[in-house]
């Protein structure tokens, strides 16, 4: 019976020095590869896009109401609610059929892809009136007249963007409005 006894603890010794082994091993390289991926400057990490499309990007919202999760599942609980249809969010991260999303106040959250749409949209940023005008203010800044005030957070609908400054449209008005006055477009971007 004691032998039997020594034989069980043996085995059970050889399991728990199996387990630490496995562990310290799981540790060390596990830390190994985190200082090896803060050793990569910011700038330089890729981020993996399931679309090949470039993130960050920015869409809209294309429904009038959107659930925002706290991961990318149905499973995960709902964040928060927006109910505006066409706000501007920019894309930092997709996994499968999710998108995690960042929208102007910073706030972050997962979006299932068919809640978002490639319309291109931006709000007025800052604290000011901006104003539109009637041509590109860069190009005639002599001859552009303002065509509209707006005020901050009004939501706008870009056609184009091009050297700073972007053609935009509000109801039935449109004019020219430089970038820097927009969240929901890059600096230096330009497309039709």
């Given at each position: 019976?004691?032998?039997?006894?020594?034989?069980?603890?043996?085995?059970?010794?050889?399991?728990?020095?199996?387990?630490?082994?496995f562990a310290v091993f799981l540790w060390f390289f596990g830390i190994a590869d985190y200082a090896?991926?803060?050793?990569?400057?910011?700038?330089?990490?890729?981020?993996?896009?399931?679309?090949?499309?470039?993130?960050?990007?920015?869409?809209?919202?294309?429904?009038?109401?959107?659930?925002?999760?706290?991961?990318?599942?149905?499973?995960?609980?709902?964040?928060?609610?927006?109910?505006?249809?066409?706000?501007?969010?920019?894309?930092?991260?997709?996994?499968?059929?999710?998108?995690?999303?960042?929208?102007?106040?910073?706030?972050?959250?997962?979006?299932?892809?068919?809640?978002?749409?490639?319309?291109?949209?931006?709000?007025?940023?800052?604290?000011?009136?901006?104003?539109?005008?009637?041509?590109?203010?860069?190009?005639?800044?002599?001859?552009?007249?303002?065509?509209?005030?707006?005020?901050?957070?009004?939501?706008?609908?870009?056609?184009?963007?091009?050297?700073?400054?972007?053609?935009?449209?509000?109801?039935?008005?449109?004019?020219?409005?430089?970038?820097?006055?927009?969240?929901?477009?890059?600096?230096?971007?330009?497309?039709?």
């Open positions: 019976m004691c032998a039997m006894k020594q034989k069980t603890v043996q085995k059970f010794s050889i399991y728990i020095y199996f387990f630490l082994f090896k991926a803060q050793d990569i400057p910011a700038d330089k990490k890729e981020v993996f896009s399931s679309t090949g499309l470039p993130i960050p990007r920015f869409v809209s919202l294309s429904k009038q109401i959107t659930n925002v999760r706290a991961g990318p599942g149905q499973q995960y609980p709902i964040k928060w609610v927006y109910k505006k249809q066409g706000l501007p969010v920019e894309i930092i991260l997709e996994y499968d059929h999710w998108r995690k999303i960042r929208d102007h106040e910073g706030g972050e959250g997962w979006v299932y892809k068919t809640l978002l749409s490639g319309h291109r949209t931006a709000l007025i940023s800052g604290e000011e009136v901006v104003y539109a005008y009637d041509r590109n203010p860069l190009k005639f800044a002599d001859k552009a007249k303002a065509v509209m005030a707006l005020e901050p957070l009004s939501l706008v609908s870009i056609n184009s963007c091009e050297e700073s400054v972007c053609f935009i449209k509000v109801s039935d008005l449109s004019g020219w409005i430089k970038i820097k006055s927009l969240w929901g477009v890059y600096e230096a971007e330009k497309f039709n």
